[in-house]
């Protein structure tokens, strides 16, 4: 049987025993902290020790040798211009003398660290585990290393938003951008009050930050014209995109469905914007596939919190029934994903024989990989 598979079925069981029994007593609630403690290990240890034979793995790879090598000539760190978090991790592992694993090691704790914590806070914490588990387990923990990074931060920036804690939030607004830029189309919630009147400021306030933004937005694509950018990237295709944009807008659509289940919810303006955005991505998907992909994963704590509230909102059906059904769905979508994608057989747990970090790239002296 496939290995995340195995993984996903093994969680399923137990959380079987929450939905068909005395959910008060029932294991997942009786050893909270011992699962939680051993998913943080089981799923931080297969994510960090992964190597995979194409996608975002080689050009990090690449990145990593580039800032050791010039370390060992010059003794002190350059920066390639990368994402400034990402970059002080990496210069932390390399003065420590490690090698690049434990760079995916280390970002992968804090991923699944703030997947935990941000699941924690839920009724329904193991569903939003398997949610993850099949939807962006494989990618998030596969190639994209810096988004995955500024997902974690955007994880605990959303929860003390909500709980109206402005500078812890802020903080990690911050840590999340500087850990990929994209990270900004998160950054509408700091105009936002979770509770009272929905704007923090009065118009001339917002006028001046929408200029900051642009000036930003300039600062960031100054050295790349931002057309060019995005011609680039309409040429690229990904056909992951569509189907997982339609999953995230039809995630929308119950939302919208089911508003008012929604309304006592401390993040619910944080879910009525992001599902207004989650509609959008998909006819986007078509034009700027991956754009959209990327985007996407950055709502991906409205869509923890949806399918996790929504087998709650239905009369004529029990919540378990409802609960089962998307288990179904998210154990279908591992499982063909694993085992008929085109890239599927690049990402292999743990340690294969030829991986990029197992010797010297050939290419690293003449390929340069960048942001």
């Known amino acids: 049987m496939n290995f995340y598979v195995l993984i ?3 969680l399923t069981m137990i959380y079987s ?19 939680s403690t051993f998913l943080f290990i089981l799923l931080s240890t297969i994510i960090g020790l992964r190597d995979a034979l194409g996608s975002d793995y080689g050009s990090y ?18 920066t390639q211009k990368l994402d400034l978090v990402y970059e002080y991790l990496s210069f932390f ?9 434990y760079l995916s090691l280390l970002i992968a704790f804090i991923l699944i660290l703030s997947i935990l914590f941000f699941s924690l806070q839920e009724k329904d914490y193991l569903m939003i585990i398997l949610i993850f588990l099949s939807y962006h387990f494989l990618v998030l923990g596969m190639g994209y290393v810096r988004q995955g990074l500024s997902i974690s931060f955007l994880l605990f920036f959303i929860h003390y938003w909500r709980n109206e804690k402005n500078f812890l939030s802020l903080i990690f607004l911050i840590l999340a951008v500087l850990s990929h830029k994209f990270a900004i189309v998160s950054a509408f919630l700091i105009l936002i009050r979770p509770k009272g009147n929905w704007l923090y400021f009065n118009k001339y306030v917002y006028l001046l930050l929408s200029m900051f933004l642009i000036f930003i937005f300039y600062k960031i694509f100054e050295n790349k014209n931002i057309f060019q950018y995005f011609y680039v990237y ?5 056909s992951g995109a569509f189907y997982r944009t339609f999953a995230g807008a039809f995630c929308a659509l119950m939302f919208f469905a089911k508003k008012s289940f929604f309304k006592k919810r401390l993040e619910y303006r944080y879910l ?36 996790s509230v929504i087998p709650y909102t239905f009369q004529k059906f029990k919540p378990q029934l409802i609960k089962s059904f998307i288990i179904i769905i998210l154990f279908s979508h591992l499982l063909i994903w694993t085992n008929y994608s085109g890239q599927s057989n690049l ?14 790239s050939p290419y690293k002296y003449w390929i340069r990989y960048c942001c």
């Open 8 to 10: 996903f079925c093994t």
């Open 61 to 78: 790879f690449l990145d990593f040798t580039y800032m050791q090598d010039f370390y060992k000539d010059n003794n002190y760190f350059n």
């Open 272 to 307: 009525y914007i992001s599902s207004i955005i989650l509609l959008v991505l998909f006819p986007s998907s078509f034009f700027y596939s991956t754009i959209s992909d990327r985007v996407l994963s950055y709502f991906l704590p409205s869509i923890f919190i949806i399918l």
């Open 17 to 35: 025993t929450h939905l068909f029994s005395n959910q008060e007593n029932s294991i997942v609630i009786r050893f909270k902290f011992l699962i």
């Open 93 to 101: 592992i390399i003065y420590l003398d490690l090698p690049f694993d």
């Open 347 to 360: 990402y292999v747990p743990y340690r294969m024989i030829d991986y990029p970090g197992a010797k010297e």
């Open 234 to 238: 309409s040429l690229e295709h990904s």
